[in-house]
């Protein structure tokens, strides 16, 4: 792994770092690969970290408006979401409707029996 390494930061292209993730794939147990990881994602500024994390997770973006697919599109658009968009999204939504739909939206999700 040191020389799998080694030679990801010599030749520093996207060629080399991927040959590095495949070799650490097979080689690394998964808890091996979340720790480091989270050592490179910690020694990188809050923002960096953050754009990095984004990157590998490849988020889902924005939906599609409401006229293009409606709820089933939603709701495909919410599995591939990472958790951060999905409480973006979320709050700007309840944040826009109007006081009736926000007390309407209330209502059905104290309704609604949730898994624990």
Same mark, same amino acid.
């Given at each position: 792994?040191?020389?799998?390494?080694?030679?990801?930061?010599?030749?520093?292209?996207?060629?080399?770092?991927?040959?590095? @993730?495949?070799?650490? $794939?097979?080689?690394? &147990?998964?808890? !091996?690969?979340? *720790?480091? #990881?989270? %050592? /490179?994602?910690?020694? +990188?500024?809050?923002?960096?970290?953050?754009?990095?994390?984004?990157?590998?997770?490849?988020?889902?973006?924005?939906?599609?408006?409401?006229?293009?697919?409606?709820?089933?599109? @939603?709701?495909?658009? $919410?599995?591939?979401? &990472?958790?951060? !968009?999905?409480? *973006?999204? #979320?709050? %700007? /939504?309840?944040?826009? +409707?109007?006081?009736?739909?926000?007390?309407?939206?209330?209502?059905?999700?104290?309704?609604?029996?949730?898994?624990?």
């Amino acid at each position: 792994m040191s020389r799998s390494l080694g030679y990801a930061l010599t030749v520093a292209d996207s060629f080399a770092w991927d040959g590095f @993730a495949k070799v650490a $794939s097979l080689r690394l &147990a998964p808890e !091996e690969r979340a *720790a480091l #990881a989270y %050592a /490179a994602l910690h020694s +990188l500024s809050p923002y960096h970290a953050e754009l990095t994390a984004c990157a590998a997770l490849s988020p889902a973006g924005e939906p599609l408006p409401s006229y293009l697919g409606g709820m089933q599109e @939603a709701r495909s658009w $919410s599995e591939f979401a &990472a958790l951060g !968009e999905l409480k *973006a999204y #979320a709050l %700007a /939504a309840y944040e826009a +409707l109007p006081a009736r739909e926000q007390m309407a939206f209330r209502k059905h999700i104290s309704e609604v029996e949730i898994a624990a």
